[in-house]
């Protein structure tokens, strides 16, 4: 149940890459009443520890303490509320959208605004990758609704400390980088 002070939170978290640790892991969450609203998994450099980001909109109080119980987890290497520090944060998203003959140059020069790419065409739809932050994901995805989208589909958020130590974070201002 949201409210006021709710504020949403990236978390990274590296845990060995075993059998049953995204189980254990969400669990954390959904037990102490938080809904995951983003969940990417995969191997690191090290094929043996892999990194999960989790996006979650709740109470800091709380958080901070599924925070301390993942530290308890014997497979979690480190956790870290990325939010509290600067990051740079994406997520890809493929949408098929309805596009003939009369619509197809709309949708490409639309997409092209974006920095997105066709990657698939058909005579009566075609599918558009592009790749972001929230809000020019959101904002793509509301130009493509009146062509009608067919099927969407997302990666969900990956985010990663950003190298400076300027505590600016322009993954939300500044799409340049792509």
């Known amino acids: 149940m949201a409210s006021k002070n709710d504020q949403t939170h990236t978390i990274s978290i590296l845990v060995e890459n075993h059998f049953g640790v995204l189980a254990r892991v969400s669990g954390l969450f959904s037990a102490r009443g938080y809904n995951i ?24 109080n709380v958080l901070n303490q599924i925070i301390k119980q993942l530290n308890k987890l014997v497979d979690v290497i480190e956790v870290q509320d990325l939010t509290k520090s600067a990051f740079v944060e994406r997520e890809l998203v493929m949408i ?53 989208i067919i099927e969407l589909v997302r990666t969900g958020t990956i985010a990663i400390e950003r190298c400076g130590s300027n505590g600016y974070n322009i ?4 799409e340049n980088d792509e």
């Open 171 to 174: 993954s939300s201002d500044n």
């Open 37 to 60: 609203d983003s969940l990417c998994v995969g191997e690191t450099e090290n094929p043996e520890i892999s990194r999960m980001t989790v996006t979650v909109r709740g109470d800091e």
């Open 96 to 148: 098929k959208v309805k596009a003939d003959r009369k619509t197809r140059a709309e949708v490409v020069e639309i997409a092209n605004i974006f920095r997105a790419r066709v990657v698939d065409v058909g005579t009566e739809a075609m599918i558009v990758m592009i790749t972001g932050a929230k809000g020019k994901i959101e904002a793509f995805v509301d130009m493509m609704k009146p062509f009608g």
